[in-house]
């Protein structure tokens, strides 16, 4: 079993990158990536502990990007080890981004009368501060009776305080991370729409600028959705890919490996079939070129 999808306390995720790695070997997983939010940070720290184990550890990301005005989340998956410097500093670019939203952010907040400050939400965090650790500081501060509430008032597309932020075009995350010697998958397609026929449209959209995978397993995907997202990408004769979006404490229902109802099982094969999709991509002139005619 395998688990593709997993963040770790280098984003939003609570346990520590060797710690992800011990739960990992201790569930019995065969192989685990890494998908932190805009940052290896998690992935670098884990690479010494997974080596040491029988773990096959898989260099991720989860970027938010923009689609037709809708935030959509892009996995990247670098199988051959972390990725190019140049794709580093492009991931370093959209770190500043998230810094001036954060800045702002608090900012509003402050002026809705909230004692909140940078250095206290950045205490909270360790490379990424992001919109769950403010949630998490107002919570401990009693300002909102839940994390959710945080989101429904203040930090959310419909909050009082909500400041969006700059992100990168979905089109661009794709061609960066194909550029990068990666594999892009759409993630979580049951959170950008119920509909299929969109999804449908998006995928075979992106498909022409170089999206190759659809993440067609994962916690919130009920068995008929992964039914109907694997024939879609076999259809399009794309990759599958999977994980549970494990955060530990941070989303306590949800489970490495076997995902919020216990039930999601992921065989090593999907990665064997990704790393074939790679093949492909990565030497697509040999692949399709045409047989000689004689
Ligand atoms: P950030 O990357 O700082 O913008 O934070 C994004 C994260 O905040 C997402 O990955 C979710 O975990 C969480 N989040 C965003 N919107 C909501 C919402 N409306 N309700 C609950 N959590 C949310
Ligand atoms: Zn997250
Ligand atoms: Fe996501
Ligand atoms: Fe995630």
Known sequence: MIDL????????????????????????LEALA?????????????????????????????????HQLQTVHLLGYFLHGAPT?????????????????????????????????????????????????????????????????????????NGKCYVARQEPLLTNAVAKIIAAGGIPSLAHPGRISSDLE????????????????????????????????????????IGITGGSDFHGSSKPGVKLGTGNKGDLSIPISVLYQLRAVHRKYAFPRQEQSPPQQI
Request: aromatic content about 6%; overall charge negative; glycine content about 6%.
């Open 198 to 237: 969109l999804i449908e449209y998006i995928v075979h959209q992106m498909q022409q600028t170089g999206l190759c995978a659809l993440e067609v397993y994962h916690s919130e995907h009920g068995r008929e959705q992964i039914a109907v997202y694997e024939s879609l990408a076999r259809e399009l004769r």
């Open 85 to 157: 410097l140049e794709f580093r500093n492009w991931i370093l670019k959209l770190q500043e981004s998230r810094k001036e939203r954060n800045h702002e952010l608090l900012h509003k907040l402050q002026s809705c009368g909230f004692d909140l400050n940078i250095a206290e939400a950045t205490s909270i965090a360790r490379s990424q501060l992001g919109r769950p650790h403010i949630a998490e500081l107002m919570l401990a501060k009693g300002y909102v009776s839940s994390l959710q509430h945080a989101f429904d008032d203040y930090l959310g597309e």
């Open 34 to 66: 890494i998908t932190d939010h805009d940052t290896f940070a998690g992935y670098d720290q884990a690479v010494p502990a997974a080596r040491e184990s029988s773990l096959e550890l898989v260099c991720g990301i989860e970027l938010s990007t923009k």
């Open 5 to 28: 999808h997993a963040h770790t306390s280098e984003s939003d995720g609570s346990l520590s990158p060797v710690d992800l790695i011990k739960l990992a070997v201790e569930s019995g």
